[in-house]
């Protein structure tokens, strides 16, 4: 299990993410933010993101991008091609995230993934089906 998450994301949604989660959750020391400025190139990107991961003792480092085939991801999926122990899930949202600190508070794997999908409701459709 990781010690350490880093989000990244196009512009500071990732930024924006952990202190959203902070607000729910209070200060997470373990999750760190990459943020690709519309000033920066891949390089810049990939130069922050090292940076980042020399702070975390993981032997695998877990990321959540924002989206898949854009430059963070893609900066991050060139790196694991080239064998660094990266774990990457792309698509991004606060419940993800807030499943992530929740999994390190009880010493659980956590279900990210699902945790993400289960945060995208149409609220309109459940309030109409439950009037039925």
Known sequence: MSKDLILISHGQMA???KESCELIMGPQEHVHAVCLLPEEG???FEVKFNKEIEA???DEI???ADL???TPANTISRL???GKKIHLIVGMNLAMVIEWVNSQMVGT???YVLAAKNGIVDVNNFLANMKK
């Open 80 to 82: 694991i091609m080239s």
């Open 56 to 58: 975390c003792n993981d």
């Open 68 to 70: 898949m085939g854009g």
């Open 15 to 17: 930024a924006g993410v």
């Open 42 to 44: 891949p390089e810049d």
């Open 62 to 64: 877990l990321v959540f």
């Open 109 to 111: 794997e956590g279900a």
